[in-house]
């Protein structure tokens, strides 16, 4: 089986917007509860945005919310993270995972994602 990839981090400036997309192997997200999640070095992994096998959405914490907007698109099982107002303590690499990989360790490929002037 194949990895779960993130990609389309980037460099953006404070207050900037950016899309990372996932795409992973035998539409597993269109199957399975999924999610996107940061990492800094030192720390947990840190859930930002889930959606559900069903299509409901959660944003764990307060300071995502309303900046952070998960989707996917169904046809080609690709999904998104629309992240607006971006704030340099976003600054992480991001990931996409189901939550059955998660919970193996199973991490994929991250996108490094940096909010700088």
């Known amino acids: 089986q194949g990895h779960v990839v993130a990609s389309g981090g980037g460099l953006v400036q404070p207050g900037g917007p950016l899309r990372p997309s996932c795409t992973a192997p035998?539409?597993?997200?269109?199957?399975?509860?999924w999610g996107w999640y940061r990492h800094v070095p030192g720390k947990r992994h840190e859930m930002v945005a889930f959606?559900?096998?069903?299509?409901?959405?959660?944003y764990p914490d307060d300071a995502m919310l309303g900046r952070f907007t998960i989707s996917r698109n169904s046809a080609n099982d690709v999904g998104y993270l629309q992240m607006n107002s971006l704030k340099p303590e976003d600054t992480a690499v991001y990931y996409c995972?189901?939550?059955?990989?998660?919970?193996?360790?199973?991490w994929g490929q991250g996108t490094q994602v940096t909010v700088s002037s």
């Open positions: 995972n189901t939550e059955i990989r998660r919970a193996q360790g199973d």
């Open positions: 035998g539409r597993i997200l269109i199957l399975n509860d």
């Open positions: 959606m559900s096998l069903q299509g409901d959405t959660r």
